[in-house]
């Protein structure tokens, strides 16, 4: 089973010195990858997040990248409604490119509305959207010239061109428990779930290997932890195992960037040999 690490690009630890650190420490203890999330602007009052200062994912990946030469880069997740299709393949065609091909796109629909307000998107057009958007994305990553007919996203494409394209595929994992993110995950290269107790993975694993049986298709679950649990998450990463999962990522909690280093390292041990 691999590992996967959150970067410190959110809340008050955030910075270009601690994403470096994180970055290169995550390469040297050998964790598989290491991911960003992703929030444009927030409420003032609305509680969660718990921070608005949430530096760019796709910026942060590309700083992490310049860092590192063998480490994963994953989004967990990127709100693909909220973006055009078209400026955002071009920034993960380029970032999958500088990066030698070790970009993964984990993708979701989102879940605040207010969010979608603010950037003009309809928060209830947000599946089909996204649907459209990845299609218009793998579209423009594969054809030259390309010619794509929109429904939902306002773009006309007829026999354009857009360079680069990605030098591999960049996968996509696509988050949610939802019936039409299963739906949507089986349809592409995995799923990057959350939420999963040790105890339901297997059924969660069933559920998908009865529609995607061959390992290409990845199962990942993102999982917190903090200075305070972290040395008990071996018990849990090792019934995940079991039950089937392929890949783990940890988001540690901690607040202040030596903490959350030493977290990471513990996380690394607790996880190491499964």
Request: aromatic share 8%; net charge neutral.
């Amino acid at each position: 089973m691999q590992l996967g690490i959150h970067l410190p690009h959110i809340g008050r630890k955030a910075g270009p010195a601690s994403i470096r650190r994180s970055a290169v420490q995550a390469e040297e203890l050998g964790f598989a990858d290491v991911w960003v999330s992703e929030h444009i602007i927030v409420p003032k009052d609305g509680g969660y997040p718990p921070s608005p200062n949430f530096w760019d994912p796709v910026l942060t990946l590309t700083w992490a990248a310049s860092a590192t030469s063998r480490v994963r880069l994953g989004t967990s997740v990127l709100v693909l409604p909220m973006r055009h299709p078209l400026p955002l393949a071009k920034e993960l065609a380029t970032l999958q490119n500088l990066s030698e091909g070790r970009l993964i796109l984990g993708a979701g629909v989102g879940w605040l509305e207010a969010e979608f307000d603010a950037l003009g998107v309809p928060f209830k057009e947000r599946g089909r959207r996204m649907d459209e958007g990845i299609a218009l994305m793998r579209a423009v990553w594969s054809e030259d010239p390309v010619t794509f007919e929109c429904k939902w996203i306002d773009a006309k494409v007829e026999n354009m061109r857009s360079q680069p394209q990605p030098i591999v595929p960049i996968p996509i994992w696509i988050g949610g428990s939802s019936d039409a993110a299963i739906k949507r995950a089986c349809r592409l290269d995995g799923w990057h779930g959350s939420r999963v107790k040790p105890e339901n993975a297997a059924e969660v694993v069933k559920r998908f290997r009865a529609e995607r049986p061959e390992e290409s298709f990845t199962i990942s679950l993102r999982i917190t932890c903090n200075a305070n649990n972290v040395d008990e998450t071996r018990a849990a990463l090792a019934a995940y195992k079991a039950a089937g999962v392929q890949h783990v990522l940890a988001a540690p909690e901690d607040r202040d960037i030596d903490t959350y280093l030493k977290t990471t390292e513990r996380f690394w041990k607790a996880g190491e040999g499964l």
